[in-house]
């Protein structure tokens, strides 16, 4: 046992570092098993910590993945899980609420919403409600990207279930509306060069195609376009004497 000196000074010049608040979460003394918070702009005199000794680093270890995974739960919500159901519950409900939206939604703008829920839901889940052993489902993971599958013990329903629809959406994602996504990166406007106003890039796989120029069809409908009052580039007496002398 001994005493750990802090400076006394806060972290900022408004106070403490909310960070700073929770000693230990960042590793820096061990496991922290109780916590005493106060707010204030000072920070007290005398602050004391405890610490909890194990026989070995195995013991510790298992120690820590009760307290995590079993009383306490986990300490922090990460923001992504709720930030992307959030962001599909939204979309659903865009496409029940507007009118507009809902009538031209069919099975396929359904689909990928039902899919994308399914795997926050379920990841949801696993992380603070049914729990699952993290190092059988690394085990099955890497079993199957180096093609070596093996099903370990301890994984809950959920996981499977996890796992299937990450699968569809992968096998899904080529073939549907979410790879317009990609196609930002394959625009033209955005690979190839501008400067079509310096240069003129004709395509060699073209056909050959007759053009009937603006001229051509003044000849061809000149007298109509008089009568109807249309403006002409010859006139009907200029138009008669070209022809008379290619006659």
């Known amino acids: ?54 026989p070995s680093w195995d013991a510790a270890i298992e120690a820590s993945r009760e307290i995590v995974q ?6 922090a919500v990460y923001l992504s899980g709720i930030v992307l159901l959030a ?27 039902i899919l994308i829920f399914g795997i926050a839901f379920s990841g949801i889940m696993m992380r603070y409600v049914t729990k699952i052993d993290i190092n059988a489902a690394k085990q ?24 299937f629809l990450v699968s569809v959406l992968l096998a899904y994602f080529p073939h549907s509306k979410l790879m317009h996504l990609a196609g930002v990166f394959l625009s033209p406007t955005r690979n190839l060069r501008s400067d079509t106003r310096a240069y003129r890039h004709i395509n060699p796989w073209n056909h050959p195609v007759h053009l009937h120029t603006y001229a051509e069809y003044e000849d061809e409908f000149r007298e109509k376009m008089v009568e109807a009052g249309l403006p002409v580039d010859k006139p009907l007496d200029a138009s008669a004497e070209a022809n008379a002398d290619k006659e």
Do not use: C
């Open 87 to 113: 962001a599909v519950v939204y979309l659903a409900l865009r496409r029940i609420l507007v009118p507009s939206v809902r009538y031209i939604s069919i099975a396929s703008d359904w689909f990928p919403l």
């Open 140 to 163: 099955l993971t890497m079993g199957l990207v180096t093609f070596r599958p093996t099903v370990p013990d301890g994984i809950g329903t959920v996981f499977y279930i996890h796992l």
């Open 1 to 54: 046992a001994g005493t750990i000196r802090t400076l006394d000074i806060p972290g900022t010049a408004t106070g403490p570092r909310v960070n700073e608040f929770l000693k230990g979460s960042e590793g820096a003394y061990g496991i922290l098993v109780e916590a005493t918070m106060k707010v204030f702009r000072h920070l007290p005199e005398n602050r004391q910590r405890f610490a909890v000794m194990y």
């Open 70 to 75: 079993g009383e306490f739960g986990l300490p």
